[in-house]
């Protein structure tokens, strides 16, 4: 049996300073024994959007402190700790290049194995911290930056089915937000609009919906919100209901595409795996927190997993799940390792 280990993971690829420990095995017992997030929001909140400067010095500033936190929480100092995984990328360059060198620096002062982490591996293996989750399984990956549809056959083994033509979905959510007023990140703000409207009031287009493949379009979605916008003569002057309706609409029509092109990639999953009876979804990213697009995924013929909803947003336990998985195989980094602001999955490292 492999021996269990004990991993802290480190996340500051955008505007949430994140620090977690896990302890296990990928097979066996595990669990989170400490968990910390510092969520940057207030800092960006007067430029309507995240500033990457501001990010990579609230990163600077907080980090330290967060991981003494962390080892705090767990009761563990930190020689006790097998390996350390940060997030090398993809993302804001600057926040990533604080958590790694910070990384690095704790694992040659305490003389422990390295892990960087992609930071969408981080949340396409998360589920399997909470899940008895084996390989494959098919991922919807939905988030403020990345909108995918891909085959997770092992740690470092994916194939990308399909992605976005133009925003992501997160993306596509926090810009309606924005349009109308409503706070950011826009998602959850959306989606609590959304409890008191009628999604069957505005016709909003489907982009891609019938075309083969699966990739995704969103930005006539959203170009198609703000002629109804417009059409009502601004948002200053809509009311609360024209607001939750067109949240509504919004979100529904989101939740009809996105289980419409899974179906798509369900089809092309069970072909690619002959042996799979009954396909496993898995859903992450911090779009997989809203419960209607959840809804309508679970309704697809599969085994639906959701991770629990603390760990749908960026965080790092995700990262220390994804380091503790390859520390697991031998998969570990040298402290050359370069961060990088771009980082496709299928360049990753895997096991043989
Ligand atoms: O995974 P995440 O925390 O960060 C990225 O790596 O992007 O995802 C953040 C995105 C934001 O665009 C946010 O608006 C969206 O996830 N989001 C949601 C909900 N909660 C967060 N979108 C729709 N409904 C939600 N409840
Ligand atoms: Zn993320």
Redesign the pocket.
């Known amino acids: 049996m492999t021996k269990p280990l004990t991993v802290l993971g480190i996340e500051t690829s ?1 505007d ?1 300073t994140a620090a977690a420990i896990v302890r296990g095995t990928p097979e066996g017992a595990r669990d989170l024994i400490a968990h910390q997030v510092l969520s940057q929001f207030e800092d960006h909140r007067p430029y309507g959007g995240v500033v990457p400067e501001i990010a990579a010095r609230a990163h600077i500033d907080h980090l330290d402190s967060l991981i003494a936190k962390t080892l705090d929480e767990a009761g563990l100092d930190l020689s006790e700790i097998d390996g350390i995984a940060a997030t090398a990328g993809p993302g804001l360059i600057g926040g990533v290049m604080v958590g790694l060198m910070t990384a690095k620096a704790l694992a040659a002062a305490a003389g422990k194995p390295l892990i960087g982490v992609n ?1 969408l591996e981080g ?1 396409a293996l998360s589920p399997r911290l909470t899940e008895a989750l084996r390989f494959p399984y098919l991922l919807l990956l939905v ?4 909108c995918q549809l891909l085959s997770v056959d092992g740690v470092g083994k994916f194939t990308l089915y399909g992605s976005t033509l133009d925003d ?1 979905v ?2 596509a ?2 810009k309606l937000a924005k349009m109308l007023g409503l706070p950011q ?4 703000a ?2 609590r609009w959304a409890k008191a409207g009628d999604a069957t009031r505005f016709k909003l287009p489907k982009p891609l919906i019938n075309r083969d493949g699966c990739d995704f379009s969103f930005s006539g979605l959203k170009t198609a919100a703000r002629r109804e916008i417009e059409t009502l003569g601004g948002a200053d002057v809509m009311t609360e209901q024209d607001i939750a309706d067109l949240c509504a609409s919004f979100q529904s029509i989101t939740a009809t595409i996105l289980a419409s092109r899974t179906n798509r990639a369900l089809t092309r999953f069970l072909d690619d795996h002959p042996q799979v009876d009954k396909a496993t979804l898995v859903v992450a ?3 997989a ?2 419960q209607v ?1 959840r809804q309508a995924l679970a309704d697809l013929p599969v085994n639906f997993v959701a991770p629990p909803l603390k760990l ?3 965080n790092g336990a995700m990262i220390a799940w994804a380091g503790l998985e390859r520390l697991t195989l031998g998969l570990t980094d040298p402290l050359e390792i370069a961060a990088r602001a771009r980082w496709p999955l299928d360049e990753l490292t895997s096991a043989p």
Not at 143 to 146: L, Y
């Open positions: 955008c949430e930071h949340h988030s403020g930056g990345h992501a997160g993306e959510f926090d990140p826009g998602g959850p959306v989606e990213g911090g779009v927190a809203n697009i749908c947003t960026d």
